[in-house]
């Protein structure tokens, strides 16, 4: 399985983006598709994921603003992110996982997310 994200950029608080990943390769056994996302001197850490019948899982900081959706057929995962603030700046990252808390066996290039004040 490939990943590869696109989507991010410099933005404003409060304003709002929307980022893709595209999987190739064997997509149809990916069970979870997530989000999840870096800042400089910081751990990982969940954005959300998703399976592959919608069920949803958000990590606490974003819960609200943020939605993740997923298009089987194409095997693409979207994170929209609204009201977006200084502190979800980070490189953000696409996963693919067999269930929502293991481990993530292919990882995408991440694409940096930067919001000002």
């Known amino acids: 399985v490939q990943l590869q994200a696109s989507g991010g950029g410099l933005v404003q608080a409060g304003a709002s983006l929307r980022l893709s990943c595209a999987a190739s390769?064997?997509?149809?056994?990916?069970?979870?598709m997530g989000w999840y996302r870096q800042a400089p001197g910081k751990q990982r850490d969940l954005v959300a994921n998703?399976?592959?019948?919608?069920?949803?899982n958000y990590g606490d900081s974003v819960k609200d603003r943020f939605t993740i959706s997923r298009d089987n057929a194409s095997g693409t995962v979207y994170l929209q992110m609204n009201s977006l603030k200084p502190e979800d700046t980070a490189v953000y990252f696409c996963?693919?996982?067999?269930?929502?808390?293991?481990?993530?066996?292919?990882w995408g290039l991440g694409t940096q997310v930067t919001v000002s004040s």
């Open positions: 996963a693919a996982q067999g269930a929502f808390f293991n481990a993530a066996y292919a």
């Open positions: 390769g064997s997509v149809y056994r990916i069970k979870v």
């Open positions: 998703i399976t592959r019948d919608g069920a949803t």
